[in-house]
């Protein structure tokens, strides 16, 4: 449904900047006429009609970090590339509004630290916002409001990926993808169609109705050449950064690796597109060139450890969400590539305990409880492994170990939502209970 009024929206756009793309097809240098005037008559609300003010997210980080000014001006509001920057507008104000914006000062000054570091000269015109959603994505609108995914950052292994994943998102930036992309899509849709969609659109505020899709990018995806293209410069920034040559082409072949491991035989089946990529077609090739490109590079840092300790902190939160996909295939998968080091095993293995516990297959149960007596060897095992060992012990009739499971739990997590029920699962198995 989201999907469908983005779509809309994006042909909305479409329809009203055609004749301002006519002129500008004609004469280049004529001025474009006020197509946008076209959207108020049509009952659509005008795209372009977000002020021109300083969107900064979460105002208490990136505000007070030092910023370089941007490096381009807002487009005229009745220019196609002015439609683009009011719908991306939008969607800013929705990411800064959602409940699932991260807004750890820490996590985010480290991002967008490195943002820069490839960014270069266009360092001053990102705005980041990290999005706890359990799917692989990043996108840079081209008002330069940057969202990066949870997903995203489980997948990367160090900062040499994430910096080659942010620099090939600038590329899309830098190169003006979004707006290829939008002159693409108006010259395929037949006039009828776009209008027959913002009819049924209408009134229903579809321009505001982008949540999850970033920028247009995420209904179309760009082109194969666009996103080639986006490697490479991802691929030089980084190299010049001072990043190990190898990332992305590492990054890429891990992904394709994660679809194969996909629960859903339609994933497996689509080399190109699957879920895990919403908006960056990835075929082999890409992962060929990129293998070429960094034969002859020597030399450059991954910085894994350091990246691993930003992200620390949100490992237990994220993997959950990742768990709400319900591709237990793909998640294992992560499990593995984020246990290759021998860190954080106590998270992991909980999480590996998590899989089995909802997967409910023949020997989940007997694997589930393996994890999670892996889990609680650790020094970082959640609180949650020792409620669902003591689960276990409950019902094995094991209530003496229950009730120590239990207590360990609650004094592990003394602010835990079930505090309660688990005080009178307690009461009740030490016989003091009804
Ligand atoms: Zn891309």
């Not at 040499?160 to 693409?184: C, K, N, P, W």
């Not at 960056?280 to 300790?309: F, I, K, M």
């Not at 020792?386 to 997590?413: C, H, I, K, M, Q």
Request: with cysteine.
């Amino acid at each position: 449904m989201k999907r469908l009024l983005a779509a809309a929206s994006v042909l909305a756009l479409a329809l009203a900047t055609e004749a301002a793309a006519q002129e500008t097809q004609a004469s280049p240098e004529a001025p474009i006429a006020s197509a946008i005037a076209q959207d108020v008559a049509t009952g659509v609300e005008p795209i372009a009609a977000t002020p021109d003010v300083a969107i900064s997210p979460s105002a208490t980080i990136q505000q007070a970090m030092t910023r370089p000014a941007p490096s381009r001006v807002r487009p005229a509001i009745n220019t196609d590339e002015g439609g683009l920057w009011g719908m991306s507008d939008r969607t800013e104000q929705e990411a800064r509004n959602s409940g699932q914006l991260e807004n750890d000062a820490a996590l985010n000054a480290y991002l967008y630290e490195v943002a820069c570091r490839v960014a270069a000269d266009a360092c001053g015109d990102i705005r980041l916002y990290v999005m706890n959603r359990p799917y692989f994505n990043a996108s840079m609108a081209p008002n330069g409001y940057t969202e990066v995914w949870s997903g995203l950052l489980l997948r990367v292994e160090d900062e040499a990926q994430l910096a080659f994943v942010l620099g090939h998102e600038i590329g899309h930036y830098r190169e003006r993808h979004s707006l290829a992309m939008l002159r693409t899509i108006r010259s395929r849709a037949g006039v009828a169609m776009v209008f027959s969609i913002i009819t049924v659109g209408a009134g229903v505020g579809i321009i505001g109705d982008i949540v999850y899709l970033g920028t247009i990018a995420s209904v179309f995806g760009f082109s194969r050449e666009n996103e080639s293209e986006a490697d490479m410069i991802g691929f030089d920034h980084a190299v010049a950064a001072g990043y190990d040559a190898h990332a992305g082409d590492l990054l890429w072949q891990n992904l394709l690796a994660e679809t194969q491991a996909s629960d859903n035989p339609d994933v497996r089946r689509q080399e190109t597109r699957g879920s895990i990529f919403r908006t960056h077609p990835l075929s082999a090739d890409r992962v060929e060139a990129l293998e070429e490109r960094a034969a002859a590079a020597t030399g450059g840092e991954t910085h894994r450890e350091r990246y691993r300790a930003a992200i620390r902190p949100f490992l237990g939160e994220w993997l959950r969400s990742d768990l709400r996909r319900r591709d237990y295939g793909q998640t294992a998968l992560l499990l593995d590539r984020l246990g290759a080091h021998g860190e954080d095993l106590g998270v992991i293995e909980y999480y590996r305990g998590e899989i089995n516990r909802l997967r409910r297959g023949e020997g989940d149960r007997e694997r589930a409880f393996q994890h999670y007596s892996n889990a609680i060897a650790q020094p970082d095992a959640p609180a949650a492994a020792w409620r669902e060992l003591g689960e276990y012990a409950s019902r094995d009739g094991r209530n003496a170990d229950a009730v120590a499971l239990f207590t360990t739990y609650l004094e592990r997590a003394p602010q835990a939502g079930d505090r309660a029920l688990v005080e009178a699962r307690i009461q009740q198995l030490s016989g003091g209970g009804q």
